[in-house]
């Protein structure tokens, strides 16, 4: 059983920038695609981000395309997610998710096998 918990989040300002950080228990991380989802109050979770297990490729939601990266380093046992120029529509919980090994890129939730408990992210005006 893969464990993934997310860090980094916290209360800025729109404008501002966060990153956030998903460390698995899994030794090979490596093998994993791993995802970033968020879930706004009363809104259903949506995609953000995803990151190929290779790390060759990356895919984000239009809403973000261009202000948030998505990054792993295999070193450190760790999947980022830098978010830049945030905007008050970034308010969510983020979580961090991951697929089974070496599998495809995807959006789609139901592909993913692990979740992390999620970390609040909320911009302020």
């Known amino acids: 059983q893969v464990q993934l918990v997310e860090s980094g989040g916290g209360l800025v300002q729109a404008g501002d920038s966060l990153r956030l950080s998903c460390a698995p228990s899994?030794?090979?991380?490596?093998?994993?695609?791993m995802g970033w989802f968020r879930q706004a109050p009363e809104k259903e979770r949506e995609f953000v981000a995803a990151?190929?297990?290779?790390?060759?490729?990356?895919y984000y939601a239009d809403s973000v395309k261009g202000r948030f990266t998505i990054s792993k380093d295999n070193t450190k046992n760790t999947v980022y997610l830098q978010m830049n120029s945030l905007k008050l529509e970034d308010t969510a919980v983020y979580y961090c998710?991951?697929?089974?090994?070496?599998?495809?890129?995807?959006?789609?939730?139901?592909?993913?096998?692990?979740w992390g408990q999620g970390t609040q992210v909320t911009v302020s005006s």
């Open positions: 998710a991951a697929t089974s090994p070496f599998s495809s890129l995807t959006r789609s939730a139901s592909d993913y096998k692990y």
């Open positions: 899994e030794r090979t991380f490596s093998s994993y695609s």
């Open positions: 990151i190929h297990w290779s790390g060759g490729a990356t």
